[in-house]
């Protein structure tokens, strides 16, 4: 589709009007510009881009080559935790096979269920409200991301917790939000709305987030920076993607 874009001589700046009228030319000007639009069917949610990195290409070349996007790219996988042993998570067989062994200090990993635990503790959120309320005292401004050491400042969404709330999602499935404000010790708020309302959930499990020591790829276990709070067997984890800017 093209639109037509007419800038009246009157409009012009004095320095181009001089200009045009040295070369002659008339001072209409006329412009076409044209723009294509792509609208993307499916008959699924798009979940992203295919390979990460691997998918964005320039001119043809790939953002990042096959091998360095294996080797730097988010995993997604499960894991588990043993009581006895709170800094070591042990993954599935050749999940951490092509991780580059030389960045993984600058990694971080989330495990859903390991972080603090709830100590009869009960929560509470409204449909389509991200107040979560607690039944005693219970949270903390680190749970936001804040420093414990400078109250206000936020160290960013790596350090913010992972909750999942079951029956607060759609059709009363979970809903898996963060914490990204603190109120109190009763009150945080979340970056995603609850679509039903719960009311003294005592299955509430919140994540525990932990930049990553070392790795044994032969014993498929990571090493945590941070011991995790609670143990947990084959629970959700995510890997992040090296970040070189970390504090």
Do not use: C
């Not at 091998?67 to 988010?74: F, G, H, V, Y």
């Amino acid at each position: 589709m093209s639109t037509p874009f007419v800038l009246p001589a009157s409009e012009l700046p004095p320095t181009v009007k001089e200009l045009m009228r040295g070369r002659g030319d008339d001072f209409s000007l006329s412009q076409k510009q044209t723009g294509l639009a792509f609208d993307l069917l499916s008959e699924g949610p798009i979940e992203g881009l295919v390979n990460e990195a691997e998918g964005i290409f320039l001119n043809g070349v790939p953002l990042r080559d096959h091998d360095t996007n294996l080797a730097l790219k988010e995993i997604v996988t499960t894991g588990t935790i043993a009581a006895d042993a709170l800094t070591t998570l042990t993954v599935p067989d050749t999940v951490i096979d092509d991780m580059d062994s030389g960045s993984v200090t600058d990694r971080t990993v989330q495990i859903l269920g390991a972080g603090k635990a709830l100590g009869g503790v009960t929560f509470t959120i409204e449909a389509n409200s991200n107040r979560l309320v607690a039944s005693g005292s219970f949270f903390t401004s680190g749970m936001a991301g804040f420093d414990s050491g400078s109250p206000d400042m936020q160290l960013g969404w790596e350090n913010q917790t992972p909750v999942e709330i079951p029956g607060a999602g759609p059709n009363g499935t979970s809903l898996f939000a963060t914490i990204t404000s603190y109120d109190s010790a009763t009150v945080v708020y979340l970056d995603t709305k609850a679509l039903v309302g719960v009311s003294g959930a005592s299955d509430v499990k919140f994540g525990h987030k932990s930049k990553i020591s070392s790795i044994n790829k032969v014993a498929n276990t990571i090493t945590l920076a941070t011991a995790a709070t609670v143990a947990v067997t084959d629970e959700s984890v995510i890997i992040n993607p090296p970040n070189y800017f970390q504090m």
